[in-house]
């Protein structure tokens, strides 16, 4: 059983940084690529970032581009998100997921998945 456990969401001001960790367990993390989606109220889930399973090769959304980083820890089976200059339309429920990058198409096919943590950016 596949258990991704994300925390780190919060209520935070415009231009604040928030880190976000997703804590895996049930499979060899390492074996897998590891990434970050979101859902805003009202849209559907988008890709946010994604890293590889070594951590050598990283992913982003035109829009995050330059202000979030993905990172993975193999050895704690743990990936982050880190997220610096936080806008508003950055608000969304933030999902972790386990699965295999499509490189053509800057994205992630996520097999397992999160609950989410919800960020709020207030203007």
């Known amino acids: 059983q596949v258990q991704l456990v994300e925390s780190g969401g919060g209520l935070v001001q415009a231009g604040a940084s928030l880190r976000l960790s997703c804590a895996a367990s049930?499979?060899?993390?390492?074996?897998?690529?590891m990434g970050w989606f979101r859902q805003a109220p009202g849209k559907e889930r988008e890709f946010v970032a994604a890293?590889?399973?070594?951590?050598?090769?990283?992913y982003y959304t035109d829009s995050v581009k330059g202000r979030f980083t993905v990172s993975r820890d193999n050895a704690k089976n743990t990936v982050y998100l880190q997220m610096n200059s936080l806008k508003p339309e950055d608000t969304a429920v933030y999902y972790c997921?386990?699965?295999?990058?499509?490189?053509?198409?800057?994205?992630?096919?996520?097999?397992?998945w999160g609950k989410g943590t919800l960020v709020t950016v207030s203007s």
């Open positions: 890293v590889s399973r070594s951590g050598g090769s990283t």
């Open positions: 049930g499979r060899t993390f390492s074996n897998y690529a």
């Open positions: 997921a386990l699965g295999t990058i499509i490189v053509v198409a800057n994205n992630l096919r996520g097999d397992y």
